[in-house]
Nanobody, 126 residues
């Protein structure tokens, strides 16, 4: 089992930055693909970014490329999402997610991720 706890959300003006963190429990973190998803009101949950167990491979949604950066610290069992140049359309609840430890492909498919955090709200004002 993997438990995920997000933090770092908040209210920020357009053009500003936030860094989200996701602390994971469990000894398998270093072999687990991690991802960030988001869900805006009235919309489906969508993929934002994913990172391989070693941190060497990342995958981003087109809407955040060049603005967001995913990273991880396998000693601290934490994955991060640095969000720069934020836009009002980035407003959403952001969720941390983990694949099972048997998988190393960084996918953007919601159902490929088996463990989810409770989410943290990010609000970007115009």
């Amino acid at each position: 089992q993997v438990q995920l706890v997000e933090s770092g959300g908040g209210l920020v003006q357009a053009g500003g930055s936030l860094r989200l963190s996701c602390a994971a429990s469990g000894r398998a973190f270093s072999v687990t693909v991690m991802g960030w998803f988001r869900q805006a009101p009235g919309k489906e949950r969508e993929f934002v970014a994913g990172i391989s167990p070693s941190g060497g491979r990342m995958n981003y949604a087109d809407s955040v490329k060049g603005r967001f950066t995913i990273s991880r610290d396998n000693v601290k069992n934490t994955v991060y999402l640095q969000m720069n140049s934020l836009k009002p359309e980035d407003t959403a609840v952001y969720y941390c997610a983990a694949r099972g430890s048997a998988y190393d492909l960084v996918t953007s498919v919601h159902d490929d991720y088996h463990y989810w955090g409770q989410g943290t709200q990010v609000t970007v004002s115009s």
